[in-house]
Nanobody
Framework: QVQLMESGGGLVQPGGSLRLSCAASGTIFSSTTMGWYRQTTGNKRDLVATITGRGETRYASSVKGRFTISRDNAENTAYLQMDNLEPEDTAVYFC???????????WGKGTLVNVSS
């Protein structure tokens, strides 16, 4: 059973930074694509960034140049470094794990990021 645990959310002022972490268990982490998605009330969950086991990354256009996704395969953890945060980045951020052997999507419970002055 794959389990994902996010941490690192909180309240930050516009222009500030936060780093989210996603600790994974129950999967061969090094071959699992990890992703960050975000969701605001009443809206669908949108892609923020993904990183493959080989380190290939993909970003939503709205965060490119401000956010950086990374992973530490030794620690089974994925990260999302968020810099120059904007109020529009306020959302619940979810970690996702994807692998060709999976028969379903795996998600963490989410962590709230609130960008406000």
């Amino acid at each position: 059973q794959v389990q994902l645990m996010e941490s690192g959310g909180g309240l930050v002022q516009p222009g500030g930074s936060l780093r989210l972490s996603c600790a994974a268990s129950g999967t061969i982490f090094s071959s699992t694509t990890m992703g960050w998605y975000r969701q605001t009330t009443g809206n669908k969950r949108d892609l923020v960034a993904t990183i493959t086991g080989r380190g290939e990354t993909r970003y939503a256009s709205s965060v490119k140049g401000r956010f950086t996704i990374s992973r530490d395969n030794a620690e089974n953890t994925a990260y999302l470094q968020m810099d120059n945060l904007e109020p529009e980045d306020t959302a619940v951020y979810f970690c996702n794990a994807d692998h060709p052997a999976f028969t379903r999507a795996y998600w963490g419970k989410g962590t709230l990021v609130n960008v406000s002055s």
